[in-house]
Nanobody, 123 residues
Framework: QVQLVESGGGLVQPGGSLRLSCAGSGRTFSSYVMGWFRQAPGKEREFVARINWSGSITYYADSVKGRFTFSRDNAKRTVYLQMNSLKPEDTAVYYC????????????????WGQGTQVTVSS
């Protein structure tokens, strides 16, 4: 069982930056693949980024590649999503999720989810 709590969302102007955090519980946190997903109003939840258990391998959606950076600190049981050069189309509720090593981009492959944090990019 893993409990996840996101933080760091807010309102930012286009071109600005935010860093999201997701704190996890449980001694097995470091064994899980972690993912970030987002859901905009009226749209389906979409994959944003994925990181393997050690943090050595990351994978990004094309829409955020080069702008977002996913990292993790297993000692702190926390993952981070650094978001730079934000665009209005990045506006969404962002969710972190934990899954088995086979989880990649499909949300159904992730077993545990946080409550989400709102990111709004607007001038």
């Amino acid at each position: 069982q893993v409990q996840l709590v996101e933080s760091g969302g807010g309102l930012v102007q286009p071109g600005g930056s935010l860093r999201l955090s997701c704190a996890g519980s449980g001694r097995t946190f470091s064994s899980y693949v972690m993912g970030w997903f987002r859901q905009a109003p009226g749209k389906e939840r979409e994959f944003v980024a994925r990181i393997n258990w050690s943090g050595s391998i990351t994978y990004y959606a094309d829409s955020v590649k080069g702008r977002f950076t996913f990292s993790r600190d297993n000692a702190k049981r926390t993952v981070y999503l650094q978001m730079n050069s934000l665009k209005p189309e990045d506006t969404a509720v962002y969710y972190c999720a934990a899954g088995a090593r086979s989880a990649v981009v499909d949300s159904h492959e992730y077993n545990w989810w946080g409550q989400g944090t709102q990111v709004t990019v607007s001038s």
